[in-house]
């Protein structure tokens, strides 16, 4: 089984809409990540948590909000969605920093996601 | 503040020749810097990581790359390149271990 999940893994909605992606990880990291990849622009980071506690907005967070469920659940909201919120998501996960190592990020598998 | 630059968006290379995917990078503290690879429709992937212990760094698939501070560059290269390699490579710093900024990407075209 995958170590980090992402639900739908496609998805067409309409202008206007809320829509909820969702992010399921077993590889017990307590950093989880949202990332949007639009062509030409590589990955831009939406928002990040380093525990259930903590919820940070990152370079683009405008129009987007989060929920930490749990330690491993990490959900992605667009309350009202708008065609320039279509894009490729992905969900992140990376362990604490651990001395002078930065530990590399886990990426799902994406959602494709389009506004009409 | 961090940021990375990907000087190609797109690199075409004969199969069996070298390939050379280039990433500078601007950080105000020693760095972490990583490869990641992304085929079609999938996921990233992790190449390599550069974490201060050796400058050259190998990673999988035959691919390396040699972090040089006084030209803030870490240029991924693989000796031969395979039809396999077609994919979307993009390099990523972090200083902190807490943000990760990527490159926005060169796309890699193997020929046969």
């Known amino acids: 089984d995958a170590d980090v999940t992402q639900t739908p893994r496609n998805r067409i909605t309409k202008t206007g809409k809320r829509i909820m992606l969702e992010c399921s990880q077993t590889?017990?990291?307590?950093?989880m990540y949202w990332y949007r990849q639009d062509p030409g622009l590589g990955l831009r980071l939406i928002y990040y948590?380093?525990?259930?506690?903590?919820?940070n907005k990152g370079e683009i967070s405008d129009g987007y909000s989060v929920s930490r469920q749990a330690q491993a659940k990490f959900s992605l909201s667009l309350e009202s969605a708008i065609p320039n919120q279509t894009a490729l998501y992905f969900c992140?996960?990376?362990?604490?920093?651990?001395?002078?190592?930065?530990?590399?990020?886990?990426f799902g598998p994406g959602t494709r996601l389009t506004v009409l | 503040a961090q940021s990375v630059t990907q000087l190609d968006s797109h690199v075409s290379v004969s199969e069996g020749t070298p390939v050379l995917l280039r990433c500078n990078y601007s950080?105000?503290?020693?760095?972490?810097l990583f490869w990641y690879v992304q085929h079609p429709n999938k996921g990233l992937q992790l190449l390599l990581k550069?974490?201060?212990?050796?400058?050259l760094v190998k990673g999988i698939n035959g691919f390396e790359a040699e972090f040089k501070k006084s030209e803030t560059s870490f240029h991924l290269t693989k000796p031969s390149a395979h039809m396999s390699d077609a994919a979307e490579y993009f390099c990523?710093?972090?200083?902190?271990?807490?943000?990760?900024?990527f490159g926005t990407g060169t796309s890699l075209t193997v020929i046969p």
């Open positions: 948590s380093f525990d259930v506690k903590d919820i």
């Open positions: 990523v710093v972090s200083a902190t271990g807490n943000q990760f900024y």
């Open positions: 950080s105000s503290y020693s760095p972490s």
């Open positions: 992140a996960t990376s362990e604490y920093p651990s001395g002078e190592s930065y530990n590399e990020q886990f």
């Open positions: 550069y974490t201060s212990a050796a400058t």
């Open positions: 590889k017990g990291h307590d950093r």
